[in-house]
């Protein structure tokens, strides 16, 4: 280990030569963080690009291109909820409105950013495992000091779920069948549930709803808000891991019914 001025290295501190003390497998929620990382990432980028299939049935419109509002989705009549006015182009993804406050919206959420610090930035992987680097600042400083716009993010993210819950109920209808009710709209639904677990489960919401409140007996409504977005606030990590999921199951399930791999199988309609 090397010497330095700061850190697990600096005067004072106990000098030990290994690496680490740790014999259990420390390193293996950073790995498994990474590879989970990087398996949505890969089929995010790959499909966002694609600009196909992302409509099936008519009425099934992925999440990872709502709102369409390319040119491109008159490719896909249907498709396109809320107009089409981006220009038409394999660069510019058909939901450029959305993707770019929705990656934001993860890349500066408090667990994501847990999650990356100690498995991508190594800072430190685990506890009592020195990290590579020789200074810290923390969030003190830019580039870092701008993951506190996740609060303002917050609120575009409310509007993103609203619109897939848009979708979802969308989904129910068909242009010439009418009310139709298919496997589709329970992924769909379910998908939708769990991003409002996300979304509601967040640290900002739950701010939003109780933070500077100096009596919760004079604000009943937001304490029982709070306390309702608290019990959900415990397992945002958990959410936050199954929607990506659920985000990668929903296109799959869109893309194949929309390639005709698969049938999408009606129980209404
Ligand atoms: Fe994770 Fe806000 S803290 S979405």
């Known amino acids: 280990m090397t010497t330095t001025a700061q850190g697990v290295g600096a005067p004072g501190r106990a000098q030990i030569g290994s690496g680490s003390l740790r014999t259990d497998r ?11 990382l990087l398996i949505f990432l890969a089929y995010a980028g790959a499909r966002t690009f694609q600009q196909q299939y992302f ?4 009425r099934y419109l992925t999440p990872f291109y709502s709102p369409c509002v390319s040119l491109g989705c008159a490719s896909e009549p249907g498709s396109s909820h809320f107009g089409m006015f981006l220009p ?5 993804p058909y939901a450029a409105l959305s993707l770019p406050f929705l990656l934001a919206f993860r890349l500066t959420c408090y667990y994501y950013r847990r999650a990356y610090y100690r498995s991508v930035w ?3 992987a685990a506890c009592a495992v020195p990290e590579p680097h020789a200074t810290y600042t923390g969030e003190t400083r830019f580039p870092l000091i701008m993951q506190n716009v996740h609060r303002y993010f917050f609120y575009i993210g409310v509007v993103v779920s609203l619109i897939n819950t848009y979708d979802a109920v969308r989904a129910f209808w068909h242009p010439m069948d009418g009310f139709v009710v298919g496997v589709g709209n329970f992924v769909l639904l379910g998908n939708v549930v769990l991003l409002w677990g996300y979304t509601l489960s967040c640290h900002s919401c739950r701010h939003v709803m109780g933070g500077r409140l100096k009596h919760f007996s004079k604000h009943p409504v937001r304490y029982w808000a709070w306390t309702r977005i608290s019990a959900l606030n415990t397992r ?16 799959l399930y869109v893309m194949l019914v ?7 199988f009606r129980l209404i309609g």
């Open 236 to 251: 945002h990590m958990l959410f936050a891991w199954v929607t990506l999921g659920s985000l990668i199951l929903t296109d």
């Open 26 to 36: 420390w390193w293996l929620p950073p790995l498994a963080t990474n590879v989970g």
């Open 122 to 124: 190594i800072a430190p």
């Open 258 to 264: 929309a390639r005709g791999t698969i049938t999408d």
């Open 88 to 92: 038409d182009n394999p660069l510019i």
């Open 55 to 58: 409509f099936a049935d008519q």
